[in-house]
Every structure is written in structure tokens, then in C-alpha cells.
């Protein structure tokens, strides 16, 4: 039997943005879709032009920059409809992706709308939707929680009013794999027995089924799985795209499946996701978890010594997992640290090479061994650190658990170098008071205000001189910037990461 091509919709940029705390700024949009065109995603979702101008822009600047299919969600409106429409205008495959609820709980309770005014708001914005845009995905919300009879009227009325692909997501978590298969094969059965629909599947993660129940749906004759990288999305988040890519491709013999996705991108895509929105990924985390290829207890040690199938059910290359292995050193010149960089993958423009060679430098004069993860992290922070705002010239904190913490910080903007100290209830908050106060000393700044909401520190490799990477979020007018620093010194990493995320807020 052939294999079947699943498509894969990522909607990181819209189910996964639209979450609190995920949120990213234009540039951050386009490095993140530049990067899921790369991994091959068949379909980006680039945003819900009618929620705010900040979507509206990014999809219009997505589907400008992109060769993959761009959606842009759009309720069953005509005015939603026309600004997707508009968003859509420069893609090269557009797709217009309508939805309403169909579940008895969404009609009375948030639509106020009966079955009969549900079934003519379908046809209607379908068919205005297909004058639009050549292509039209139709999604009933809630399709898990409706009834299923009357799903598979929505479902027909759509397709007749020209609807090809039809999404029956399980927006808020609640189905199980083995309804969600009964589900496709019930409706699919009945409203396209000749398999001409394109049926997709949209899972979220309420009960940590997501992935499960998207592979169902695969295996009950879905062609379309939507994801995001690292399921980040509503509440639990949504299926994770490297697990469902890798569940297809790994149980290959039993789904028959396959996907147009370059594994080896992974790894490398959930990073960088990661450190644009500001999220440490658990340890444990499927494909992309430090400890997901780690093998600890002895009996498996010595399995994976002789045959690495023994306790190995993906290889870490397949998924682009950095080997730990020493790569470069201080005596390494420029040569080899970019040869090592487009080894890796890792594209750079000139002015981002020189600062992240000079970056590179001070970590091999600290650290014995630069490894390819250790590149990784300092080509990430290269990319976050380049642009206008202040500079950590030189910090020195003093504490303990006898003395109140003390710190002392200079910093530079446009050419101009200011000093400050604060004491704080420990080095950190020392250390970030006094950046606070250098920014509110400065000349506009001076009635700013935002605080810190989250701060993690994690390793980027074994080791006690590893390299620690610092996440922050800060909230600033109800909206939330991230930022990322890196440095063998703790401290260093968290100023760095701090005055990164202050930056951000000041050039949005
Ligand atoms: O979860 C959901 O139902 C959605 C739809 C709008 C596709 O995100
Ligand atoms: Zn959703």
C-alpha cells in the first residue's frame, strides 16, 4: 500500500502566539516563518487578520516573504473574511480558513445562534470566503463536543459551498484517540465517500491526549495535521508538531504515512522557537528534551553500548540534536568557526558573524571544550543581541548570606556610558534594580514601568564551566517581552537576558 502524504498546518503563529506569554514581535514572526518554511511546513498559519493590526501586518509580511501555503484564520463574517482576504493578497498559495462553533455549549451560550442560523452562516461566508481565495479550509469548532449528526450536515453544507478542506478540531481537549477515529471514519464516510475532502485535524492538549488524538485522525484517513513547534497554544498548548512528525515517521509501518518535514530541523526550529518566546523546554519533553536520548540506568547503558535499538527508538541525528562532542577550542580561528556554523545549518549575515565570533572567543577563553550546542546557543544569542538599546559594559555584585546584596552596573546607549548601584534582596535582584534605574534615568524613560514575571536558567551542556542561558519574561502595558542572555557566569547570563528583554519593550 502506498504511503499517504500528510500536510502539515503549523499554526505556532496563530494558535500559538494568540496564547498568553507566546507573544512575538514582527521580526520575531519572520524569523519564526522563514524557519517553519525550511522544516517544510506545507501551510503556515500566519495570523486572525481581524483580531488586531498586529496580525493583519504580519500576514501580509509572511505571505510576501514565503514560497509555503499561508492561511489567515477568519470567522464566519464577512468583514473577518474580507480582511484575511486582503492579508492574503500578496501569497503564493493562499488558503482563507473559516470557522464557527458547532457544539450545542458554543451555539447557545457564546454564538446565541440555533443549528439553522449556524448551517446558513456555513454556506454563506464559505461561498464568500471561495470568491475570495481560490482556496478555503472550513473548521467546526468544538466539533468534538457537537452532535454528530448535525456535524455532518455543517460538514456539507460547506463543501457544498466550496469549502476543500474541511478541520474537525478538538478545541478544547476533550476527545479521546479512540472517539477521535471514530469521529473521522463517521463523518468522512458520510459526507465524502469518494475521499475528494481533505480531512485536517486540530487537537489540543487539556488532557495531554493532543498528539494521540492527531495521529487517530491520521490513521482514520485525515490528510492534514495542525500543530505548533513545542505545542505551544491555548491553555495545555496544542499537538506539538515534532511529535506528531515523529510518532508518522517513526510508526511509519503502522500509520503508513509520511510527511514533507526535514527532521533534521527539529531540533534546531523548537530552539529556536523556544528562545524567541522566552520558554525552557522540560527535560523530559518528547524529541526535543535533554534527557529524551539520555540513558542513565546501566542496563540500558550497556544495551545501547551494543546495539543503540535496545533503548533507542529515534536516532538524535535524525531529529538534528547537536552531538556534545568538543568541536572547536580557543586556538580556533574564524575559518573554522564558520565553517562549523554553515556545518551546523546556521546562516548569518556579516555584522551578525563578527559579533557572534567575538561571542564565541570570550566563551572558548572560559571553557575548555565548544560544542556544537554550545553554537547553537551563541548563534541564538547573536540574533536576539543585535540591535539599538543598551549595552552591558561591566557589572560587579557583592552578597552573601551575612551582608544585603550590592550591585554595580554600567551600561552604554547610543555612545553614551552610565554607572549605577542598587542593593537588592539577592545578587539578582540587585543586579536588575540597578539596570532599572540606569533606563529610568534616561532621558524619555523616566515614567517607565513593567516588572518581571519569570526568570529560568538552564545549561547548555554538562559541565561545571557550561554555558547557562537565562530566559526572562517582563510585562510592560499588559504586554509580555522576552529575553535571553548567555554566559558561563550566571550573573552575566541573567543581566545579559534582562537588559535584552528591557531593549525589546523600548523598540516596540
Ligand atoms: O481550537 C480551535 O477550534 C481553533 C479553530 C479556530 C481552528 O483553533
Ligand atoms: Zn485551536
Redesign the pocket.
Known amino acids: 500500500m502506498d504511503k499517504k502524504r500528510i500536510l502539515i498546518l503549523d499554526?505556532t503563529l496563530?494558535?500559538g502566539e494568540q496564547a498568553p506569554g507566546f507573544s512575538m514581535n514582527m521580526s520575531e514572526k519572520l524569523e519564526i516563518a522563514e524557519m517553519l518554511e525550511a522544516l517544510g511546513v506545507d501551510v503556515i498559519e500566519a495570523g486572525?487578520p481581524a483580531s488586531s493590526e498586529e496580525d493583519m501586518a504580519a500576514v501580509t509580511e509572511i505571505a510576501k516573504r514565503v514560497s509555503s501555503g499561508v492561511a489567515a484564520?477568519a470567522r464566519a463574517r464577512e468583514d473577518d473574511i474580507l480582511r484575511a482576504a486582503e492579508a492574503l493578497q500578496f501569497a503564493k498559495k493562499p488558503r482563507l480558513?473559516v470557522?464557527i462553533?458547532t457544539s450545542k455549549i458554543h451555539m447557545v451560550h457564546k454564538l446565541h445562534m440555533d443549528e439553522n442560523e449556524i448551517l446558513a452562516a456555513v454556506s454563506r461566508s464559505v461561498s464568500f470566503a471561495r470568491s475570495l481565495c481560490p482556496e478555503v479550509e472550513f473548521?467546526c469548532?468544538?466539533?468534538t463536543r457537537s452532535d454528530l449528526a448535525y456535524l455532518k450536515k455543517v460538514v456539507s453544507a460547506a463543501v457544498e459551498a466550496g469549502a476543500s478542506i474541511i478541520?474537525l478540531?478538538?478545541?478544547?481537549g476533550y476527545a479521546t484517540p479512540t472517539e477521535t477515529y471514530g469521529i473521522y471514519k463517521s463523518v468522512m464516510g458520510d459526507t465524502d465517500p469518494g475521499g475528494k475532502i481533505l480531512f485536517s485535524t486540530?487537537?489540543?492538549n487539556d488532557l495531554g491526549m493532543a498528539v494521540a488524538n492527531s495521529v487517530a485522525a491520521v490513521a482514520a484517513g485525515a490528510r492534514q495535521v495542525?500543530c505548533t513547534l513545542c505545542g505551544i497554544?491555548?491553555r495545555a498548548g496544542?499537538a506539538s508538531l515534532e511529535e506528531v512528525v515523529m510518532a508518522l515517521r517513526t510508526r511509519n509501518d503502522f500509520y503508513k504515512a509520511e510527511t514533507g518535514i526535514q527532521t533534521k530541523l527539529l531540533y534546531p526550529a523548537c530552539r529556536k522557537l523556544s528562545s524567541v518566546v522566552g520558554i525552557s523546554t522540560p527535560p523530559n519533553k518528547p524529541i526535543i528534551g535533554v534527557n529524551a536520548f539520555a540513558h542513565e540506568a546501566g542496563i540500558h547503558q550497556h544495551g545501547i553500548l551494543s546495539n543503540r535499538q535496545t533503548y533507542e527508538i529515534i536516532s538524535p541525528e535524525d531529529v538534528g540534536i547537536p552531538k556534545n562532542d568538543m568541536v572547536l577550542g580557543k586556538h580556533s580561528g574564524r575559518h573554522a568557526f564558520e565553517q562549523r556554523l554553515s556545518e551546523l545549518g546556521i546562516r548569518m549575515d556579516r555584522e551578525e558573524l563578527d559579533e557572534a565570533f567575538e561571542m564565541f572567543k570570550l566563551v572558548a577563553e572560559r571553557k575548555k571544550a565548544v560544542t556544537d550546542k554550545d553554537l547553537h546557543a551563541i548563534a541564538g544569542e547573536k540574533r536576539r543581541a543585535i540591535g539599538k538599546g543598551f549595552r552591558l559594559i561591566r557589572f560587579i555584585v557583592n552578597s552573601g548570606n551575612t551582608i544585603p546584596a550590592m550591585a554595580s552596573v554600567k551600561l552604554e546607549r547610543d555612545g553614551e556610558e552610565t554607572e549605577d548601584s542598587c542593593m537588592g534582596s539577592g545578587p539578582i535582584d540587585a543586579a536588575f534594580k540597578t539596570v532599572d534605574r540606569i533606563v529610568r534615568h534616561t532621558k524619555g524613560y523616566g515614567n517607565l514601568s513593567y516588572s518581571l514575571e519569570d526568570y529560568s536558567i538552564n545549561s547548555v551542556t554538562e559541565g561545571e564551566d557550561a554555558l547557562g542561558e537565562v530566559l526572562i519574561k517582563l510585562r510592560c502595558d499588559g504586554e509580555v517581552y522576552t529575553g535571553r542572555g548567555l554566559s558561563t557566569d550566571i550573573l552575566e547570563a541573567s543581566l545579559k537576558a534582562y537588559i535584552n528583554g528591557v531593549n525589546k519593550l523600548l523598540t516596540i
Open positions: 499554526t496563530r494558535d486572525f484564520l480558513h470557522f462553533a473548521s469548532e468544538d466539533a478541520n478540531p478538538d478545541t478544547v486540530h487537537c489540543h495542525e497554544g491555548e496544542n
